[in-house]
Antibody, heavy 121, light 107 residues
Framework: QIQLVQSGPEVKKPGESVKISCKASGYSFTDYAIHWVKQAPGKGLKWMGWINTYNGKPTYADDFKGRFVFSLEASASTANLQISNLKNEDTATYFC??????????????WGQGASVTVSS | NTVMTQSPTSMFISVGDRVAMNCKASQKVGTNVDWYQQKIGQSPKLLIYGASNRYIGVPDRFTGSGSGTDFTLTISNLQAEDLAVYYCLQYNSNPRTFGGGTKLELK
């Protein structure tokens, strides 16, 4: 079955970096884009951007340009999110989601379980 | 950017109720809206795509409607397992944007 399995919780200090992984299984990895979504504690969902898993091209929402990098390890069917120079406001759960073209529409039809990042001095 | 405004932010409901929640786009998005359900401690799940199409396995008590700027998710005969936060998402243009969510709570 289709699965996205994310890496475990991280606790970091301000200024450090973190890398979150999202390993896909059950489908052809390069046929479906991967999106990233942030959820701060007690808050709603915020779209961060997506990465084309065929050619590796990332697209970032404005609030996530600069310190955030989407990357791939296609041979391992894995998408990564790296955040550098961590700030307290980066404390959140980060979800990866597969995008499918379904019934002439784009849908995020499979989601990872979320990866928690806590930034605290 | 297209702002998606959901209302109400929360609803107190009883099992068996019929509830309707709204999502208003700041500009026309056609029918390029999905609805997601997120239960506590879980990742979001796709309910409705293309404004009105029920995703595989979603019970028929969930109905989506609307086009342009105004969208509605209706849940009939609400069940206890439907307690969750519901988000709309527009994918008509980048950046994609979620609404702020509507939380269903028991009376």
């Amino acid at each position: 079955q289709i699965q996205l399995v994310q890496s475990g919780p991280e606790v970091k200090k301000p200024g450090e970096s973190v890398k979150i992984s999202c390993k896909a299984s059950g489908y052809s990895f390069t046929d479906y884009a991967i999106h990233w979504v942030k959820q701060a504690p007690g808050k709603g969902l915020k779209w961060m951007g997506w990465i084309n898993t065929y050619n590796g091209k990332p697209t970032y929402a404005d609030d996530f340009k600069g310190r955030f990098v989407f990357s791939l390890e296609a041979s391992a069917s894995t998408a990564n999110l790296q955040i550098s120079n961590l700030k307290n406001e980066d404390t959140a759960t980060y979800f990866c989601a597969r995008e499918a073209y379904y019934g002439y529409n784009y849908v995020m039809d499979a989601w990872g379980q979320g990866a928690s990042v806590t930034v605290s001095s | 950017n297209t702002v998606m405004t959901q209302s109400p932010t929360s609803m107190f409901i009883s099992v068996g109720d019929r509830v309707a929640m709204n999502c208003k786009a700041s500009q026309k998005v056609g029918t390029n809206v999905d609805w997601y359900q997120q239960k506590i401690g879980q990742s979001p799940k796709l309910l409705i795509y293309g404004a009105s199409n029920r995703y595989i396995g979603v019970p028929d008590r969930f109905t989506g409607s609307g086009s342009g700027t105004d969208f509605t998710l209706t849940i009939s005969n609400l069940q206890a397992e439907d307690l969750a936060v519901y988000y709309c998402l527009q994918y008509n243009s980048n950046p994609r944007t979620f609404g702020g969510g509507t939380k269903l709570e028991l009376k």
